[in-house]
């Protein structure tokens, strides 16, 4: 019968439990995406056999000179097969509506699911045409605010941080996006974020020990739940973003640098979870709702400060500048102006 998992907006029925997640009441209803954890598609897709095209290769490479990620299509293009450089693979249909899942005796089921949490369901939402931020999001009252960046950037960190000062946590490192009526929403993504060692300590001191997500993977789980915090569990419309740039040794910092339109919509492409992988009109529609989303939603790069203990600061940058905040002075300033 399976295990039903409600995440990113989405119905997900597995054949195993999925490490990390709590399932969702069954509702009955045909979910929205089947998995099948240890399991290829050749018994289930005919078309998946066959000679394979390769379509990517990742820039990322192992000190051997592997690259961290190939990607085939099967004839047709019906199916791709994501091979990462340890031997896990995953199939995905055309449409997003099936992932299959296999990993070698070296791994476990807890290393696939941090593949499959990550980065194939990301590719996954692409497919089924939901844009996605490379950033994290809490809540900011009735709205989601979203911090975008590159690996190392501070994504999770910030969204710990702010989720300790009682802000709502609604996804990490994917932002996935729903346009409804002219306004742009957050999914709720999962009741946990992922964290480095390091990044531990400096939230909460050399005694906090926090589980690891599999024997393989050296980051942590920071429960939700389990730490007292909070975990939105409806869509919130998204009222800004920041973009996690340099940071600063000045005295200044952290602080908020204004962005041109041009170079907020390059910025927001930049971070755009799974581009490379997406074909030509994929592309296109992606590029002209980051315009509309511009053009709804404030984009700010953020400097934090080099010194990472100076985090309190960069949240009270954030709560200053909160979209409820900014809402409430627009006003008072034009009594003013």
């Known amino acids: 019968m399976g295990r039903t998992y409600r995440v990113f907006?989405?119905?997900?029925?597995?054949?195993h439990s999925i490490p990390g997640l709590e399932p969702s009441a069954t509702s009955g209803k045909t979910p929205d995406v089947e998995i099948f954890l240890g399991h290829s598609p050749s018994a289930?897709?005919?078309?998946?056999?066959?000679a394979e095209t390769l379509t990517f290769t990742s820039s990322m490479v192992q000190e051997s000179g592997e690259p961290c990620l190939r990607v085939w299509k099967t004839p047709g293009g019906e199916i791709l097969r994501l091979e990462?450089?340890?031997?896990?693979?995953?199939?995905?249909?055309r449409e997003g509506k099936t992932v299959w899942a296999l990993w070698p005796d070296s791994s476990s089921l807890e290393d696939a699911a941090t593949y499959l949490l990550g980065p194939v369901l990301g590719l996954l939402l692409r497919l089924r045409g939901i844009t996605c931020l490379h950033a994290s999001a809490v809540a900011f009252g009735k709205f989601a605010v979203a911090f975008a960046g590159s690996e190392g950037a501070g994504k999770s960190t910030t969204a710990a941080a702010l989720a300790r000062r009682g802000h709502a946590v609604i996804s990490d490192d994917i932002v996935a996006l729903a346009e409804r009526d002219g306004a742009f929403f957050v999914l709720p993504a999962y009741p946990y974020l992922c964290l480095w060692p390091e990044s531990v300590e400096m939230l909460y001191?050399?005694?906090k020990i926090l589980p690891t997500f599999s024997p393989n993977w050296d980051k942590r789980q920071l429960s939700l739940a389990r730490n007292r915090l909070r975990f939105a569990q409806q869509p919130l419309p998204l009222g800004a973003i920041y973009l996690l740039g340099e940071r600063s040794s000045m005295e200044?910092?952290?602080?908020?640098?204004?962005l041109t339109?041009?170079?907020?919509?390059?910025?927001?492409?930049?971070e755009s979870y799974a581009t490379s992988l997406l074909d030509t009109h994929m592309r296109a529609r992606?590029?002209?709702?980051l315009g509309r989303l511009l053009a709804a939603v404030p984009v700010s790069k953020l400097h934090p400060h080099e010194d990472p203990a100076r985090i309190a600061s960069l949240c009270d940058v954030i709560e200053r500048n909160s979209p409820?905040?900014?809402r409430v002075s627009a006003p008072h300033m034009a009594q003013h102006a």
């Open 44 to 50: 289930d897709r005919p078309d998946s056999v066959g």
């Open 261 to 270: 339109q041009r170079e907020a919509l390059v910025s927001l492409v930049a």
């Open 286 to 289: 992606e590029f002209e709702l």
């Open 324 to 326: 409820e905040r900014r």
């Open 205 to 207: 001191g050399a005694s």
């Open 84 to 93: 990462y450089f340890d031997g896990m693979q995953f199939w995905l249909d």
């Open 252 to 258: 200044a910092a952290p602080f908020l640098e204004t």
């Open 9 to 15: 907006g989405l119905d997900l029925r597995a054949n």
